[in-house]
């Protein structure tokens, strides 16, 4: 293990344990007053009813922090100070520095299936600005619950059924074959739904017609359901374009529809009704979860099926509750999608957990995430207050970032400076979401997120491409570094190992809550501490070989902890800049 935290809270909890005679918390974080602070004895202090800097003594006088601490003192009313030694933080790095794969962070104790449910496009719909954050923060948390050893299944819950599906296939015989491939390509997604929904309104006849299609295609008439795959077909081309553009691991083989689990929604009501959970309500048959009431004070329902017989979201989510649970053998399932619909799935979550789908082998929860603002700090939209288009948004990052990297490193060849510019804006543009509290709206804003100073993607890699530059100027091979000693003399290099020693415990923190700007501002702190370090510390031309070598292992490590750290997130980490 290199998470030196948590090795400090293990050692100081068996000494609170001693104390208080059950186990308590040391409460173990970063102070300014030392490396780390433990705050544990001002709340035991008060479960004994004792003064806490006399429970803060005792708590030293039984901990047995060996060579790790070099210094611990109370402080304050009952704070415990403690100064990590130089040789055991050298030691940590040194593991990291060893562990070519991992740089230390070790593996869940308990691996589980974990389903992460997240993006979820409407087929015949453009993606806009409102599926940015579900795909990326879903994504970005894929890829840390795969490196955390997790076996990983990843659903892209798709529209791709319902009432709409009969407009739009009627608009696409209207227009032909070839018209619909061309309207149905990267970027015309809307304007073909607009068309169809045109019609809709204004011609009784089309609508007369959507309708009956509607009915053929639940009814699963041949002709209609060749005609629905192709728009489906389209759509998932256009999806994965999206995606590819945007770097993240959804594939057409994580596609999960609406349409998918229709063979499901009769068995689940049946299944429910044998269970006693569900009851007819003005003609609907439907499910009372415990605990939901509305302004009236009744219960809110979810229904099962409606009065006209047809099924619903409610329906659909219950049939993809039991699915990922019973067979996919998920035991984690993870939404991600709006603050809004956060009442909805709470909902089905109650529904399955009354059914006995969730319990204590599998467990739902709903990870909601804020809108982003624009500058007026309403929701962004285009002037004409439309939803923007996602692969308008994809576009706009990759040219304002050439802009930036042609100014910046005028020295990279006009292929690299594109290359560059594809990873730099792609990158902020994912950094501004990740870097931000998942619950929290923010305001998209181009300058601050592509700017190369403060908490952003640009000023990350510059920091990694820059310790890059540092290995070839000096014509060295990190590899050759293999088995190096670490020596920590300056104190900035102290502060940057302890950076480094906190990788591990970020991660583990981060995947818990789905927290992922822990994991962002991590790396902040880290390029932060790193800054300070090359500024005072010279690398290729220290006073001797021992610190020139020890201070090589100390960037080779922050270059790896940057780049995986970002990869992560799903950032690519150039090294040339």
């Not at 990843?154 to 491939?181: K, Q, S, V, Y």
């Not at 990190?478 to 906190?502: M, N």
């Not at 020890?550 to 970002?566: I, K």
Request: glycine share 10%; charged share 25%; net charge negative.
């Amino acid at each position: 293990m290199t998470d030196l935290p948590e090795l400090l809270a293990q050692k100081l909890a068996r000494a609170f344990a001693d104390v208080a005679g059950s186990p308590a918390d040391p409460a173990v974080r970063r102070s300014d007053r030392a490396d780390y602070q433990a705050d544990g004895a001002l709340r035991l202090a008060k479960q004994l009813g004792r003064p806490p800097r006399e429970v803060a003594a005792q708590v030293l006088e039984r901990a047995d922090l060996g060579e790790l601490v070099s210094g611990a003192e109370i402080a304050g009313p009952g704070f415990v100070n403690l100064t990590v030694a130089d040789a055991a933080l050298s030691g940590l790095v040194e593991q990291m520095a060893a562990d070519t794969e991992r740089l230390g962070v070790a593996t869940a104790p308990e691996p589980e299936r974990v389903l992460v449910d997240y993006s979820g496009p409407n087929v015949a719909k453009e993606m806009h600005v409102g599926h940015l954050r579900s795909t990326i923060i879903g994504d970005a948390l894929s890829r840390l619950l795969n490196h955390l050893g997790h076996d990983v299944v990843r659903r892209n819950h798709i529209g791709d059924w319902g009432t709409p599906f009969g407009m739009l296939i009627e608009h696409m015989l209207d227009l032909g074959a070839g018209e619909t491939a061309q309207e149905l390509s990267v970027g015309d997604l809307g304007e073909f739904y607009r068309g169809a929904r045109a019609k809709f309104d204004a011609d009784p006849g089309f609508a007369d017609r959507a309708r009956r299609r509607v009915v053929a295609l639940q009814g699963g008439d041949a002709e209609t359901l060749a005609l629905w795959r192709v728009l489906v077909e389209e759509s998932e081309r256009y999806f994965a374009a999206v995606y590819d553009r945007l770097s993240v691991l959804l594939t057409p083989a994580d596609i999960a529809g609406e349409s998918s689990y229709n063979d499901l929604l009769a068995p689940v009501i049946d299944e429910l009704v044998q269970l006693g959970l569900a009851r007819e309500s003005e003609g609907a048959l439907c499910v009372f979860p415990e605990g939901f009431t509305g302004r009236d004070g009744g219960p809110l329902p979810l229904i099962l099926r409606k009065s006209d017989g047809g099924f619903g979201y409610d329906t659909t989510d219950l049939a993809a509750l039991r699915h990922r649970v019973h067979d996919l053998k998920a035991r984690r399932l993870v939404y991600i999608t709006d603050l809004g619909q956060r009442l909805h799935f709470e909902m089905v979550f109650q529904a399955g957990r009354e059914a006995g789908w969730l319990g204590a082998d599998a467990r739902a929860e709903f990870q909601g995430f804020g809108i982003v603002l624009g500058p007026d700090r309403k929701r962004l939209r285009t002037r004409a207050g439309d939803s923007v288009k996602l692969i308008d948004l994809i576009e706009e990052a990759v040219r304002r970032a050439a802009a930036v990297v042609g100014e910046k490193a005028p020295h990279l060849s006009a292929e690299e400076q594109a290359e560059v510019a594809q990873i730099v804006g792609i990158g902020a543009m994912k950094y501004a979401d990740l870097s931000n509290d998942r619950v929290k709206d923010y305001v998209f804003d181009w300058d601050r997120m592509l700017s190369f100073d403060g908490n952003t993607a640009p000023y990350l890699q510059y920091a990694h491409a820059r310790i890059h530059s540092v290995f070839r100027r000096g014509e060295i091979d990190p590899a050759s570094l293999a088995g190096a000693k670490v020596v920590l003399a300056d104190p900035a290099e102290h502060a940057l190992a302890l950076r480094l020693t906190e990788f591990e415990g970020v991660l583990h923190k981060a995947v818990e809550e789905v927290e992922l700007h822990r994991i962002a501002g991590y790396l902040f702190e880290l390029a932060t501490a790193f800054t300070t370090f090359y500024e005072r510390c010279p690398v290729l031309r220290a006073e001797d070989e021992q610190t020139r070598t020890s201070r090589l292992v100390l960037c080779d490590v922050t270059a790896r902890v940057l780049a995986t750290g970002l990869s992560l997130l799903g950032i690519a980490a150039p090294t040339r800049m």
